[in-house]
């Protein structure tokens, strides 16, 4: 009889087990990323963002997922997955989920989401809420994740200024879109700056602020497009190139390490790092530290000090840089690089602007 209930304390005990296991399971905090076009492998922002969100799960115990965009009718789909899985927070990634991001969020006031390079309110005059725009006011449950990413690219076209042996560097992008048009804004203006202080007349190819216009592949992922552009750049005249337009920009990259005509500048990410195989025409990369947004976001959410709005990153908090000049170190001037580090202490300080660049 002893025995017997010896055995039976085992079951017990062993259910108990098995019960406070399943619990921990179900009640994990999870996250999950739906990303924009390119892919979790575009070394660029998606594979960024995810990186914030791998981190969390190493430091933080929440459990981490994603779901791919193959187009632009995955974004509602991919986010009603999660919502239906009882995703804690959901991160979504790029300008183009705007829309579908606040659809959702306002539907779904319980659960947490964060978008990045996007923030509410959304809507002008005119727009139509839900379809043109996301909200015409801020969303309780939703922070935006957005980045000065002009600032740091002033700093790349000042660095691409004084390093072309042309006289010509160029710029492209991916979409004709705010958080792709903002790093050739940046660009233009840090060469312009180097030509108001040197006296020289470098010219930006692709990017035109006052215009408003510019060269776009049209798409986020087609890296033959990013070959046809830095080809014709290159026959321009440009030698250095700055591509933002995720992986589109890596057939940039091959064209220059083939070529040996070009150097690109990465984005988002530190090419040098990500991209190693084009690391020997990498100059820099524009710094724009998703992962370390993304990271705060579930960190907020997790501990219970998440509310909606926008969180800003910028040169002053090294939300955004530029990367470490790697194997160009040697060649870029002692003179080039004090100035670099000059600029970006005057953008700091505010004693020097994009836009007051962009005026003169």
């Known amino acids: 009889m002893k025995k017997i209930f010896a055995f039976l304390s085992l079951l017990v005990v062993a259910s108990m087990l098995l019960t406070a296991c399943g619990g921990t399971t ?16 575009d070394k660029s922002f998606n594979a960024s963002a995810w990186l914030g969100v791998e981190n969390a799960q ?3 115990g929440v459990t981490g997922k994603y779901l791919e965009s193959q187009g632009q009718s995955d974004y509602a789909k991919n986010i009603q997955q999660f919502l239906d899985e009882d995703t804690n927070l959901i991160v979504t990634v790029g300008f183009l989920l705007g829309v579908d991001t606040a659809k959702a969020a306002l539907a779904n006031p319980e659960t947490k989401f964060a978008i990045v390079d996007y923030a509410y309110p959304d809507c002008w005059p005119g727009a139509a809420v839900g379809k043109d725009c996301g909200s015409d006011k801020e969303i309780a449950n939703v922070l935006g994740l957005t980045f000065q990413t002009d600032q740091a690219a002033f700093l790349a076209g000042y660095l691409a200024a004084g390093m072309t042996k042309t006289g010509k ?36 190819l692709g990017w035109n602020t006052a215009a408003a216009d510019g060269v776009f592949a049209g798409n986020f992922e087609s890296t033959d497009d990013g ?13 250095i190139i ?16 083939e070529t040996g005509n070009c150097l690109v500048i990465g984005v988002d990410a530190d090419w040098y790092e990500t991209a190693a195989e084009y690391k020997d025409v990498v100059l ?14 579930v960190k907020r959410a997790k501990d219970g000090t998440f509310k909606g709005g926008v969180a800003t990153y910028t040169i002053k ?35 020097l602007t994009v836009d007051g660049v962009l005026a003169k």
């Open 26 to 41: 179900s009640s994990a905090f999870k996250v999950g990323q739906v990303t924009d076009l390119g892919g979790i492998d």
């Open 58 to 60: 190493k430091e933080l």
């Open 169 to 204: 560097v160029a710029t492209y992008g991916g979409l004709n879109i705010p958080t792709v048009t903002i790093f050739m804004k940046g660009f233009e203006a840090g060469v312009k700056y180097y030509n108001q202080q040197k006296g020289t007349n470098v010219e930006v």
């Open 227 to 239: 070959r046809s552009l830095a080809e014709s750049f290159v026959q321009e005249g440009a030698d």
């Open 242 to 257: 700055l591509p933002v337009a995720g992986p589109v920009g890596l057939g940039s990259a091959a064209v220059c390490k």
């Open 284 to 297: 820099t990369s524009v710094l724009k530290k998703i992962n370390v947004a993304v990271y705060d976001a």
């Open 317 to 351: 908090d090294g939300g955004v840089d530029i990367a470490p000049y790697h194997d160009f170190d040697s060649k870029v001037s002692a003179e080039l690089k004090a100035e670099v580090e000059a600029a970006k202490k005057a953008l700091i300080d505010g004693s």
